[in-house]
């Protein structure tokens, strides 16, 4: 067997995305772990173009661009499928990750940037997981179907645990049961899920890691005032 | 039994995620129905199977919506088996092309941004497109160690990425006319021109690219419009 490298960096729910794909698999890996802040040689080697993580490394070739990495993961270890053999729903599957990437991304960064506006971005978010919740999940206890998480559950994961410390730093509430009752329940369910539920970041130290972000922003926009 | 694997294609001609999906269609020879919309007078038909997004492009086939240009083109790629595989067998290939792919997105977006500007504005998104383009030829010449095949070889071998680079770069003579510059050119980005020059080469493909002049008028209406309105 090759060996399986991934590059890290411990706060980011993209990492973890791959983490859990590969735990699923059962493919053992070694984790390295990056500092953004002051990036390795070897990061810059992995990925020159966007000098971000996660990087896969497998037999020495990189790949990065975490869904790219999810669809090599399924493709490179078939065993314990996470995508749908259906070309149609498959298609679907691929439709919502990228709903992640266009819509979800743009409203989770507003929300959080929002300085003076958190209630007003917190609805837009909210408007988007409508979206989510009443097309993509529908009635099913996961993206991936009733029994099983799939590509998307996992892409989503962000939702389910790190908008949590979010939310408690922005101080308004996106994903509350009232309001998105089946994504909440999503949420719920996703990390109980095993692999899910012992490959989480230490929520202590991610809400510190918010905090610390949030307060650079707040001080950016009151010095530019 | 008429319905059966019927394929229709709603989009409009002047948006190059559409054309990557038109590219797709025709490299496989795979027969559509295509659809041009007017994105200010959206169809019923468009607003039922794209619901979410309402854009363009959007394949339906057997009745069947599929939307996101990307996914579109995998979903053609699984589905039919006739001409080239646009996406490999090998995993590792598949990657660097979806990579590369995806990647054409922020050069797109750079792209855009110098047809919609002037002065300081117009050189810094010159400056970003050529920094990305470099990557890409770059990204090319890691696909095709050996430069780009004939085209005869090409055309049994073109791949997603190709069709998306074409979609996006195809008119690059149009832009040049438009802009008084040269985006892409055969010294510092060889792999993307001769890429274009193959592909465009291949009949299929040949018979899909629009008439010089009709590019050129509608990138002039754009940018004229775009500045108009920056400055209003």
Known sequence: ?225 | MAEQNKVILYGTWTSPYVKRVELALKVKGIRYEYVEEDLRNKSPLLLTFNPIHKKVPVLVHNGKAIVESLVIIEYIDETWKTGPQLLPEDPYKRSQIRFWASYMQQVSEAMVLVIKTIGEAQEKAIKEVSEKVKLLEAGLKGLFPDGIPSVHEYSKNVTLLDLVILAHFGGYEAQEEVLGLKLIDSEKTPLVVSCITALIEIPAVKESLNPLEKVVAFLKFFRENALKSATA
Request: proline share 5%; hydrophobic share 45%.
């Open chain 1, 1 to 225: 067997m090759e060996e399986v490298k991934l590059l890290g960096f411990w706060p980011s729910s993209f990492v973890y995305r791959v983490i859990w794909a590969l735990k699923l698999k059962g493919v053992k890996f070694d984790y390295i772990e990056e500092d953004l802040s002051n990036k390795s040689e070897l990061l810059l080697q992995y990925n020159p173009v966007r000098k971000n993580v996660p990087v896969l490394v497998h037999g020495g070739k990189s790949i990065a661009e975490s869904l790219v990495i999810l669809e090599y993961i399924e493709e490179t270890w078939p065993q314990n499928p996470l995508l749908p053999k259906d070309p149609h729903e498959k298609a679907l599957a691929r439709f919502w990750m990228q709903f992640g990437v266009d819509k979800i991304r743009p409203a989770i960064f507003a929300y959080f940037r929002a300085i003076g506006e958190e209630g007003e971005k917190a609805k837009e978010f909210q408007e988007v997981l409508k979206i989510v919740e009443k097309q993509g999940l529908g009635d099913q206890k996961f993206f991936g179907g009733d029994n099983t998480i799939g590509l998307v559950d996992i892409a989503f994961g962000m939702l389910a645990y790190w908008l949590e410390c979010i939310e408690e730093v922005v101080g308004v509430k996106v994903l509350e049961a009232s309001s998105l009752p089946r994504l909440h329940a999503w949420a719920q369910n996703f990390k109980q899920v095993p692999v899910v539920k012992d490959n989480l970041p230490d929520r202590g130290k991610l809400l510190a890691h918010y905090k610390h972000s949030r307060e650079k922003l707040i001080l950016a926009a009151s010095s530019s005032q």
